[in-house]
């Protein structure tokens, strides 16, 4: 089955509001990467984080890595955020890579 | 510092031709992996190399695909006798010693 499960899959804002995306994986992870991806764009890194709450920007991740879960947290969006959101976890130090199926996020004006 | 690059950046085929992609990974980066990433779907692996050994092929078509990295820098992805079915990005990241990924800007495939 899917190593990572991610929710919603699609997402609509207003422009200023907040959003909480999920993920939740089903092995253990020792590293959890979250992932930005425009429309026919390459995946560019948000934030790594494999336990705990990091910080940068507008985005906020929590890891909790007994509960296999981790969110992102989105505060007040942009237009600009709009694109798909994905969450990969390492389930051994230094290996490969296994991906969810991403979150589609559109926010309008 | 210059960071992935791929190339090319788009490519069609009919059914049974053949295509090669080019992935140049950040200088110093040890490992090296493909992805292949379907329409509305998250990248998986097909191939991971740690130097110029592989790690991880158990997920390449080996009847159709192969990829080499022969000095440990460079790396080429090729396809023979392509399907519609193949039609994804592919997409190249590298890796220095387990830390974070980084990904280049992937290389569309359309097979006719």
Same mark, same amino acid.
């Given at each position: 089955g899917q190593q990572v499960q991610q929710s919603p899959a699609s997402l609509v804002l207003q422009e200023g509001e907040n959003a909480e995306l999920q993920c939740n994986f089903?092995? #253990?992870? #020792?590293?959890?990467?979250?992932?930005?991806?425009?429309?026919?764009?390459?995946?560019?890194?948000?934030l790594s984080n494999p336990s705990g709450t990091?910080? #940068?920007g507008r985005l906020t991740s929590t890891t909790v890595t007994k509960e296999r879960r981790?969110?992102?947290h989105i505060s007040s969006s942009q237009t600009t955020d709009s694109g798909t959101y994905l969450c990969a976890i390492d389930r051994n130090s230094g290996t490969y890579q296994r991906f969810g199926?991403?979150?589609k996020l559109q926010v309008v004006p | 510092?210059? $960071?992935?690059?791929?190339?090319? =950046?788009?490519?069609?085929l009919q059914e049974g031709q053949a295509v090669s992609f080019w992935c140049d990974p950040i200088s110093g980066h040890d490992t &090296?992996?493909?992805?292949?990433?379907?329409?509305?779907? $998250?990248?998986?692996? &097909?191939v991971y190399f740690r130097d110029e050994a592989v790690?991880?092929?158990s997920q390449l078509p080996s009847d159709r695909f192969s990829a080499v990295r022969p000095k440990g820098t460079n790396s080429t992805l090729k396809i023979q006798s392509a399907k519609q079915g193949d039609t994804a990005t592919y997409l190249c990241a590298s890796r220095d010693r387990g830390r974070e990924q980084y990904f280049g800007? $992937?290389? =569309? &495939?359309t097979v006719l």
């Amino acid at each position: 089955g899917q190593q990572v499960q991610q929710s919603p899959a699609s997402l609509v804002l207003q422009e200023g509001e907040n959003a909480e995306l999920q993920c939740n994986f089903s092995s #253990t992870a #020792t590293q959890l990467q979250w992932f930005y991806q425009s429309p026919g764009g390459s995946l560019v890194s948000l934030l790594s984080n494999p336990s705990g709450t990091k910080h #940068t920007g507008r985005l906020t991740s929590t890891t909790v890595t007994k509960e296999r879960r981790s969110s992102l947290h989105i505060s007040s969006s942009q237009t600009t955020d709009s694109g798909t959101y994905l969450c990969a976890i390492d389930r051994n130090s230094g290996t490969y890579q296994r991906f969810g199926t991403g979150t589609k996020l559109q926010v309008v004006p | 510092e210059a $960071g992935v690059t791929q190339s090319p =950046r788009y490519a069609v085929l009919q059914e049974g031709q053949a295509v090669s992609f080019w992935c140049d990974p950040i200088s110093g980066h040890d490992t &090296l992996y493909w992805y292949q990433q379907p329409r509305d779907q $998250g990248p998986q692996l &097909l191939v991971y190399f740690r130097d110029e050994a592989v790690i991880d092929n158990s997920q390449l078509p080996s009847d159709r695909f192969s990829a080499v990295r022969p000095k440990g820098t460079n790396s080429t992805l090729k396809i023979q006798s392509a399907k519609q079915g193949d039609t994804a990005t592919y997409l190249c990241a590298s890796r220095d010693r387990g830390r974070e990924q980084y990904f280049g800007p $992937g290389t =569309r &495939l359309t097979v006719l």
